[in-house]
């Protein structure tokens, strides 16, 4: 078994189904790099496995994932050169420098990877609960299906705390819609489980309490279809959206976050690759609370 510190992998079923937490609960579940590399190689274990038909992505405690972790002490010590760095920023455009490092890293560990996870030849459900912002919504999004507890938040914040256009893996216009995505991304606002589900988003709301169960319960239908039939119904509706321009448009996107990036780290002369209080950003322990999105406030 490899050594898990990030990630919790339980066989269910007799191996059909495989579930994946996210076992940070005590950040919220904040994706440091060693996470995603966890979570990678976990995705590639259930995908190899030939009796795995659904992978369930899921997550310990009271809140799917907060976003990538921007600054706790395990964040910094393995981005840091030293004997607690983790290996990934050594490789990947990790020993290069500015703009392409940036550029490279953030291709790697946040585009591609999700990209990767989109395309697993597995059916894939995400099983979410409490907030799920910023790239806690692209773990959701890369899943095939969507499955939320009553208590979930839905919001992308990095607008106005960071000052930036959108997480990495721009999918917001197509999981949102294009006029909703610009609301959200503009007020920094979140939706809830009901909205999410009323947007198609999300296939079912259950209580918290119930989440895992139903969830499990709701997996089984799915790993009861043939496993050519549910491959092929995946990639049906993955290769209609890439027709109609999904993967392009995300690396367009992709693009201009980088650039985004860019804009920063010129004009604080290199101190920081996002938004700072000199340019109107809150200070990161003052940023008001994240609001729900009403239609009469
Ligand atoms: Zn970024």
């Avoid at 216009?173 to 007020?187: I, N, S, V, Y």
């Avoid at 296939?203 to 169960?213: A, D, G, T, Y």
């Amino acid at each position: 078994m490899p050594d898990r510190k990030y990630i919790k992998y339980e066989e269910l079923d007799n191996g059909l189904i495989v579930r994946i937490l996210l076992n940070r609960a005590e950040t919220r579940n904040a994706q440091t790099r060693g996470l995603l590399v966890e979570l990678n190689d976990a995705f590639l274990e259930a995908e190899a496995d030939e009796r795995v038909r659904v992978i369930i992505l899921g997550a310990a405690g009271t809140t799917f994932s907060s976003g990538h972790d921007l600054g706790s002490a395990a964040a910094r010590e393995e981005k840091a050169p030293g004997p607690g760095q983790h290996r990934s920023f050594t490789i990947h455009g990790g020993r290069r420098s500015g703009t392409e490092r940036r550029m490279l890293q953030e291709w790697h560990y946040y585009f591609e990877n999700t990209r990767r996870w989109r395309s697993l030849r597995k059916i894939t459900v995400a099983q979410v609960q409490g907030a799920v912002y910023a790239a806690g919504l692209m773990l959701a999004w890369c899943c095939d299906l969507i499955v939320a507890a009553d208590d979930a938040t839905f919001a992308d914040v990095v607008g106005t705390r960071l000052g930036m256009c959108g997480v990495e893996y721009f999918a917001h216009p197509w999981e949102f819609g294009p006029r909703k995505t610009k609301e959200l991304l503009l007020t920094g606002d979140s939706i809830d489980s009901d909205e999410a589900y009323r947007l198609g988003m999300v296939s079912k709301v259950f209580p918290r309490s119930e989440l895992e169960e139903r969830t499990l319960q709701f997996a089984r239908r799915i790993a009861k279809l043939p496993t050519m039939a549910a491959l092929l119904i995946k990639d049906s509706v993955n290769q209609t959206v890439d027709i109609m321009g999904f993967s392009n448009a995300l690396n367009a996107c992709f693009s201009l976050h980088e650039l985004n990036h860019a804009h920063w780290a010129e004009v604080t002369g290199g101190e920081a690759a996002v938004g700072t209080p000199a340019f109107g950003i809150p200070e990161r322990r003052e940023a008001p609370p994240i609001a729900p999105a009403r239609k009469d406030i």
